[in-house]
């Protein structure tokens, strides 16, 4: 079993759409949550950084974790074509050893 | 404010052969990590460095080492190439080992 999973997609959604991107876990002992954007060429971007349980917004990003269910949550909201992109979540225990999914490929239609 | 710069953005070696990749951290973060991304996957953890010691190693052949330079620059050796190693080569700082990274562009590494 995988430590992080992530459904690759692809995911299509109209501009303005909420789009919903999940990742699941089965290490109990992570407690640093975080989501990035990548592009085609380009190396991932950091968008939201989280620790432990909870929500947290930026923007029409909106991170939350539910370490009862193993679970993390990345929404965004007024999709706009600008966020096509692959999205990858990352967790960590304790900071020495990242673990990723294999990212999600996003697509917004104009 | 630079942000994490990695060389060559491109190279092509051969089965066999030695490959060394650098990375230069964000001004003021201590912490670097190495990641290889095949294609459709997500990065996979090589090492990662703090202050010139090894914080973390993932599941990666004695074939792949790395150090850590007074200056924060990072170096990644890979000996031995195989066809299989052929990747992105990503490099990420952060300022200490537990905050968040940031990466860099990273290196296309294509073996022939």
């Known amino acids: 079993q995988k430590e992080v999973e992530q459904d690759p997609g692809p995911l299509s959604v109209p501009e303005g759409a909420i789009v919903s991107l999940n990742c699941t876990y089965s290490?109990?002992?992570?407690?640093?949550f975080m989501w990035y954007r990548q592009y085609s060429r380009k190396g991932p971007e950091l968008l939201m950084y989280?620790?432990?349980?909870g929500n947290k917004e930026d923007g029409r990003f909106t991170a939350q974790v539910d370490k009862s269910s193993k679970y993390i949550s990345l929404f965004i909201r007024d999709s706009q074509p600008s966020d096509s992109a692959t999205y990858l979540c990352?967790?960590?225990?304790?900071?020495?050893?990242?673990?990723f999914g294999t990212g999600t490929s996003l697509t917004v239609i104009p | 404010d630079a942000g994490v710069t990695q060389s060559p953005t491109h190279l092509i070696k051969t089965r066999g052969q030695h490959v060394t990749l650098r990375c230069s951290p964000i001004?003021?973060?201590?912490?670097v990590s190495w990641y290889q991304q095949v294609l459709g996957q997500g990065p996979q953890f090589i090492f990662q460095?703090?202050?010139?010691?090894?914080?973390g190693r993932g599941n990666f052949p004695d074939r792949f080492s790395a150090r850590q330079f007074p200056n924060y620059s990072s170096e990644l050796n890979v000996n031995a190439l195989l066809l299989g190693d052929s990747a992105l080569y990503l490099c990420?700082?952060?300022?200490?080992?537990?905050?968040?990274?940031?990466f860099g562009d990273g290196t296309r590494l294509s073996i022939l």
């Open positions: 990420a700082s952060s300022p200490d080992s537990n905050q968040p990274q940031h």
């Open positions: 290490n109990s002992a992570f407690q640093y």
């Open positions: 989280t620790y432990s349980s």
């Open positions: 990352a967790m960590t225990p304790a900071g020495n050893q990242f673990y």
């Open positions: 001004s003021g973060h201590k912490s």
């Open positions: 460095y703090y202050e010139k010691e090894e914080r």
